[in-house]
T-cell receptor, first 112, second 113 residues
Framework: DQQVKQNSPSLSVQEGRISILNCDYT??????FLWYKKYPAEGPTFLIS?????DKNEDGRFTVFLNKSAKHLSLHIVPSQPGDSAVYFC???????????FGTGTRLTIIP | DTEVTQTPKHLVMGMTNKKSLKCEQH?????MYWYKQKAKKPPELMFV???????INESVPSRFSPECPNSSLLNLHLHALQPEDSALYLC????????????FGPGTRLTVL
């Protein structure tokens, strides 16, 4: 049972444009969500998170939006840069639970 | 120090070998994790240690044996592995019970022949 889904395995975006990565979840118990970025042969790096009491969180070029009723979150990167090319994982969690449940990942390629 | 280190970076072992993976962090985190990641798949949780006690074992085969000697170190002992166990093994740490991101190490690329 895939509790966190990223339905787009890959995405290509022109440099300077907006990248939008999507994530859907089924577990209503999740109340905290995170985005990680992963380069090949490296561990995932934390990017940004959002609590379920918010619907938006912004950090520089990165903004995460949460739609609880739709059980959907998205990561916006603007402007996209070549160094943003990586695999992006969203993950869900809930308070008191040390587990993160990861989505399947989206490979983002920024075209110069 | 905001780093999780893992050694070795690469490991090749035969199915009869015994080897260990090591993970270290000095961020004062009291929760440490082992994940396994296959190509084009998300990280798959194996074990969680919280305050040096094993709190989660995701039904991992006994040929993988975790150990947490102290709050900064985490080992994964490997014995009689199968070729399908070849993967990237990731260690992570965080503060238990809070909404904190997990910090990941670079991983050990394991190949079982």
């Amino acid at each position: 049972d895939q509790q966190v889904k990223q339905n787009s395995p890959s995405l290509s975006v022109q440099e300077g444009r907006i990248s939008i990565l999507n994530c859907d979840y089924t577990n209503s118990m999740f109340d905290y969500f995170l985005w990680y970025k992963k380069y090949p042969a490296e561990g995932p790096t934390f990017l940004i998170s959002i609590s379920s009491i918010k619907d938006k969180n912004e950090d520089g070029r990165f903004t995460v939006f949460l739609n609880k009723s739709a059980k959907h979150l998205s990561l916006h990167i603007v402007p996209s840069q070549p160094g943003d090319s990586a695999v992006y994982f969203c993950a869900g969690s809930n308070f008191g639970n040390e587990k993160l449940t990861f989505g399947t990942g989206t490979r983002l390629t920024i075209i110069p | 120090d905001t780093e999780v280190t893992q050694t070795p970076k690469h490991l090749v072992m035969g199915m009869t070998n015994k080897k260990s993976l090591k993970c270290e962090q000095h961020m004062g985190h009291r929760a440490m994790y082992w994940y396994k990641q296959k190509a084009k798949k998300p990280p798959e949780l194996m074990f969680v240690y919280s305050y040096e006690k094993l709190s989660i074992n995701e039904s991992v085969p006994s040929r993988f044996s975790p150990e947490c000697p102290n709050s900064s170190l985490l080992n994964l002992h490997l014995h009689a592995l199968q070729p399908e166990d070849s993967a990237l093994y990731l260690c992570a740490s965080t503060t238990p019970g809070f909404y904190n991101e997990q910090f990941f190490g670079p991983g050990t690329r394991l190949t079982v022949l």
